[in-house]
């Protein structure tokens, strides 16, 4: 596709229950970021590629976090024993530079922890 | 300054009215600033990137300005339109972190036909 994609779209996750959520940037972008972005606040920055070389990830929360991109194109983003604080969008984002003046996000999945 | 902030939070303005955001940021390592148009269901949209003190920029009747000195930009919308019912973000990026986008909480206009 032209632009980044993200799924699923909509996720409800039970407490405790581990989630996986992907992230295919625009082909050939070299830097992929995820921001979450919790109810009534703006995105806030979890981690940065730069092609599969995870090189910021200041921003994940706590250990249950963990993002990969082996191959430096599609990205997962995981998080283990979901907790009702992680319910959120998250947004990955791709630019073509390293890193880019402008970013392309995708539509964001909704992850409800119940 | 320490975070990104926007105001007002929510806006709600009868089509044809013109409006405007800000956007406060901090000014010290000043990099770029970003502001992004986010639909319901969509994905955020990038509408302007701006670097230099001074900067003005326009997409139809969307415009914005940007001081770096005193960490502000501002975001105009001229004839409102229930189609640029959004929520509007902008973001800031410091020169020791070029692509880590810092975001204000958005501000979230509605306009009413």
């Not at chain 1, 989630?19 to 992929?32: E, T």
Request: hydrophobic fraction near 30%; aromatic fraction near 12%; include cysteine.
């Amino acid at each position: 596709g032209a632009g980044v994609s993200q799924s699923p779209r909509y996720k409800v996750a039970k407490r405790g229950q581990d989630v996986a959520l992907r992230c295919d940037p625009i082909s050939g972008h070299v830097s992929l970021f995820w921001y979450q972005q919790a109810l009534g606040q703006g995105p806030e920055f979890l981690t940065y590629f730069q092609n599969e070389a995870q090189l910021d990830k200041s921003g994940l929360p706590s250990d249950r976090f963990f993002a990969e991109r082996p191959e430096g194109s599609v990205s997962t983003l995981k998080i283990q024993r979901t907790q009702q604080e992680d319910s959120a969008v998250y947004l990955c984002a791709s630019s073509l530079q390293e890193p880019g003046l402008e970013a392309f996000f995708g539509q964001g999945t909704r992850l409800t922890v119940v | 300054i320490l975070n990104v902030e926007q105001s007002p939070q929510s806006l709600h303005v009868q089509e044809g009215d013109s409006t405007n955001f800000t956007c406060s940021f901090p000014s010290s390592n000043f990099y770029a600033l970003h502001w992004y148009r986010w639909e319901t269901a969509k994905s955020p949209e990038a509408l302007f990137v701006m670097t230099l003190n001074g900067d003005e920029k326009k997409k139809g009747r969307i415009s914005a300005t940007l001081n770096t000195k005193e960490g502000y930009s501002y975001l105009y919308i001229k004839g409102s339109q229930p189609e640029d019912s959004a929520t509007y973000l902008c973001a800031s990026t410091t020169s020791s972190n070029t692509g880590k986008l810092i975001f204000g909480q958005g501000t979230t206009l509605q306009v009413k036909p």
